[in-house]
């Protein structure tokens, strides 16, 4: 058959011509989304990412290999707190056998198990029950990964969980900002949004990191306390406050936390920043940082400043009504703390996160200058925003949070933290205006009074009538909780804008307040 004789097969453009066709060219298809625009999966494993894959089989052999062979040796409960399930291990087949090996070690009344040695056998069993069973987590496995593992002692095997935690937070950080970034590029998202977004991540990033520490013997403990006792130098810092060093025996101790409270008007951040300006001057190796939620640093100075030059008032500078000698000695105060490592980070909007980031930038400064940090102060703890963990928690709940994370901070950094609370307003309806208020008063949250080692309380009487403080009398200072130490009291002279201590032996703390506190 010729060309000439073969049908003609219409094309497109006869098609349009005969009306077959739409003349729009996207009639009848479907928008389908880009690949290129999408991320398949944000959380999903990246080449590249930290990982310790040979201390996941290495960990979860000797795990198996001691089970079978020296129970005694070696149990995954040693490092349970590192690795309290399978979610850390990048292999998802290593932690789905994890979870069976901490499976075997669990007492389950409901289903009658008692716990059992982690064996190859009983973990098998184990991931069979939980419907996760497959090639990768059968038996033979199993035995393929204990075969391969050696003896590991408790030392090494918290070695390996630690490198497979820090992999993991690692990994799940950027995963987090993978996402953050993500978002980022697009114009529906704000920069509060990504501001927020970005501090939970931070947040999460802290709470992955913590390692609980691993048990401890009677023995390496008093060892390890004896060392410290035999060392030269006190084991406290001053506050440069004898009486209040005497409370606490010796001063603050790294790394312990504490809190001071009182009513608004009181002097809680006199009181501090004092401590924190003695506590540089007095060791030239220390650093101190003052986190401020609640005033700019600038009125911080001017309070130091005000007290550092006699005849000048805080209204003085602020009005700048100063005569030539005044000025002369503000210039010289300005001079005297010009060289001070009292540092600060001023936010009106402060996560745990961030002051948690203060401390360990503050960290790396001081020790590029060959100082560290030996205090932080948080001024005040009511004004840390929460994470967004327990962003719509009852109110106590997110105060609990900052309160466990100031042990944190003390802990990691390596200094003492204290942070300054709010006295409830329950305090002034007591039956006298004179009763010091006790811990119940800590605003919003018991667990300020449960995790602080030390706790003092700033009280000064006001008169009912007017709300005034009740002249002349003097401010009282009391240690309501000490965890080594004993509930005592005395009282604090105000001169110049700042606490000292009290010098007139005519008036005690019985002879002003009646009483000992409770």
Known sequence: MSDEQKPKVPDENDRLKAGELSPNAFAGTKRVASPALHLVDSRMRKIGEPSDVAAEHALIGSCLWA??????????????????????????????????????????????????????VAVAQHIAVAGKGKDSTSIEALLKLQAAASTVSEVQARAYAESIRKCWAKREAIRDFR??????????????????????????????????SSIVSIGKSAEGLF???????????????????????????EPETSIVAA????????????ISIF????DPTAVALYVTLEMPHESFTTKLLASMTPGVTVPAIRRKSLNPPQW?????????????????????????????????EAQRMAKRKGKRVKLVVLDHIGLVKPSELVKKAPRQLQVAETSRGLRFIATEIGCHVMALAQIHRDAERQKSSESIPKLWH????????QDADQIFIAHR????????????????????????DEVAANLLDFQRGRYCDWTDPTRTFQSEYGKNPD
């Not at 406050?241 to 005497?246: Q, V, Y």
């Not at 608004?264 to 009181?271: C, E, Q, V």
């Open 461 to 484: 009487p006001r008169d009912p009538a007017t709300g005034m403080f009740v002249p002349n009398k003097a401010t009282a200072l009391v240690l309501a909780k000490g965890r080594m």
């Open 442 to 449: 800590l605003r919003e949250s018991g667990d300020l009074e």
């Open 279 to 282: 506590t540089v001057t007095n």
């Open 67 to 120: 089970a079978s062979n020296s129970p005694n040796l070696l149990r995954a409960s040693a490092v349970a707190d590192l690795l309290p399930d399978g979610a850390p291990f990048y292999e998802r087949d290593n932690g789905i056998i994890w979870d069976g090996i901490l499976a075997c070690l669990v007492k389950d009344d409901a289903t009658g198990h008692t716990p059992v040695e982690h064996d190859p």
């Open 328 to 360: 002369s000695e503000l210039g010289n105060a300005v001079k005297a703390v010009m060289d001070l490592d009292l540092w600060f980070t001023v936010s009106l909007s402060q996560t745990l996160a961030s002051v948690f980031a203060a401390a360990r």
């Open 263 to 274: 009513r608004t008007g009181i002097g809680k951040s006199t009181l501090a920043s004092g």
């Open 179 to 212: 996402i953050i970034v993500s978002d980022a590029l697009s114009p529906k998202v704000s920069d509060i949004e990504i501001y927020d977004r970005a501090s939970k991540a931070a947040l999460a990033v802290m709470e992955r990191s913590i390692n609980t």
């Open 227 to 253: 060392t410290k006792l035999m060392a030269p130098g006190n084991t406290a810092f001053s506050t440069g406050l004898r009486d209040l060093d005497l409370m606490t025996n010796g001063g603050l101790r």
